[in-house]
């Protein structure tokens, strides 16, 4: 199973990004899809994840702002990001859980400046 991420980089504050992760390899029924990000120096944390039934779980520092979906037949998930705030940066990691096991994107960084 490999995934990967694409979509991150430079933008100012108050400025969008959208970022992509498409699963390949894949031979069982995906489960979940969502992405954590990991900021320097601070742990890695859930942003959003999204469950093959639609139910979407945000952090409350991305709440109305960001939005996940996915497009199954695709094996593909999106994070939309808006109004992006300095605090956004960090690196992001695309993951789908499916038979029980977690797998992982390589990352991908976003960058907000002020």
């Known amino acids: 199973v490999q995934l990967q991420a694409s979509g991150g980089g430079l933008v100012q504050a108050g400025g969008s990004l959208r970022l992509s992760c498409t699963a390949s390899?894949?031979?069982?029924?995906?489960?979940?899809m969502g992405w954590y990000r990991q900021a320097a120096g601070k742990q890695r944390e859930l942003v959003a994840r999204?469950?093959?039934?639609?139910?979407?779980n945000y952090a409350d520092s991305v709440e109305g702002r960001f939005t996940i979906s996915r497009d199954n037949a695709k094996n593909t998930a999106y994070l939309e990001m808006n109004s992006l705030k300095t605090e956004d940066t960090a690196v992001y990691y695309c993951y789908l859980r499916g038979s029980g096991i977690n797998y992982w994107g390589q990352g991908t960084q976003v960058t907000v400046s002020s």
């Open positions: 390899g894949i031979m069982f029924w995906i489960d979940t």
């Open positions: 999204l469950t093959r039934g639609r139910d979407a």
